[in-house]
């Protein structure tokens, strides 16, 4: 095979497009699932027949399905369920409360009304509070800082700079550990400095944050599971 990346669609249903990659550091071969958009990629090391790599895929196809339906399976936000917060993996509690709020591993929430828009809301109000600290801290140790950082939840990126510096984060890294919180906010200050992926920029992002390959590898393979909670009955 040529490092071109073919697709085969394996017929359903659903039908599944599969994208193969040649890796010349893959060992063996692998498919895996985005949990961000659900595409299914095969790597196969260098000089793999093709006919060795359909039979594998075809092996595969049952547990393929079974992560595809894993992948979009939705985790709605209420009472006795569990949510990650900063990495932390926290019970929704319903109490005497008036606010949400954290006791051990227990997430609070007042006893009355739908817990999913509060605990989104108190999300977002957590969020904003480490994203601007975090950019704040990168921005001085470059001598810049945004014109405006914004909140939402994009499915495509976790967060953007635009080319008159207004940031804009996903309000679900509250719920990722916190060093891929701080390593978003690292990536999208240096884009205040750099408007590119050159080797300049990658050389400033690391004066910024040095261990930032761990956290970038975290939210590449486990990012995308947390688009699976749904904080209200209108986003299932």
Request: glycine share 6%; charged share 25%; with cysteine.
């Amino acid at each position: 095979m040529t490092n071109r990346p073919t697709v085969t669609r394996l017929p359903g249903p659903p039908t599944i497009e599969v994208t193969w990659r040649c890796n010349a550091r893959a060992r063996r071969m692998s498919l895996r699932v985005s949990r961000l958009d659900g595409r299914v990629t095969l790597t196969l090391p260098p000089k793999v027949p093709r006919a060795t790599a359909e039979a594998f895929l075809h092996e595969r196809q049952a547990w393929l399905r079974a992560a595809l339906a894993e992948a979009y399976a939705p985790c709605p936000v209420a009472a006795g369920r569990w949510l990650p917060i900063e990495g932390i993996d926290l019970r929704i509690t319903p109490a005497a409360t008036a606010a949400v709020s954290i006791d051990g591993t227990d997430l609070l929430v007042p006893e009355r009304g739908m817990p999913g828009p509060r605990i989104a809301a108190w999300l977002k109000l957590r969020a904003r509070d480490r994203l601007a600290a975090a950019v704040a801290d990168f921005g001085a140790q470059l001598g810049r800082s945004p014109r405006s950082i914004r909140l939402r939840d994009t499915r495509s990126r976790w967060g953007s700079c635009s080319s008159t510096g207004d940031l804009m984060f996903s309000w679900r890294l509250i719920m990722a550990p916190p060093e891929v919180l701080t390593y978003v906010a690292a990536h999208e200050v240096a884009h205040l400095a750099q408007m590119n992926h050159s080797r300049a920029y990658w050389t400033t992002l690391e004066g910024l944050m040095p261990d930032y390959r761990a956290p970038r590898a975290w939210l590449r393979s486990e990012g995308g599971a947390l688009h699976r909670y749904r904080f209200a009955p209108e986003a299932e």
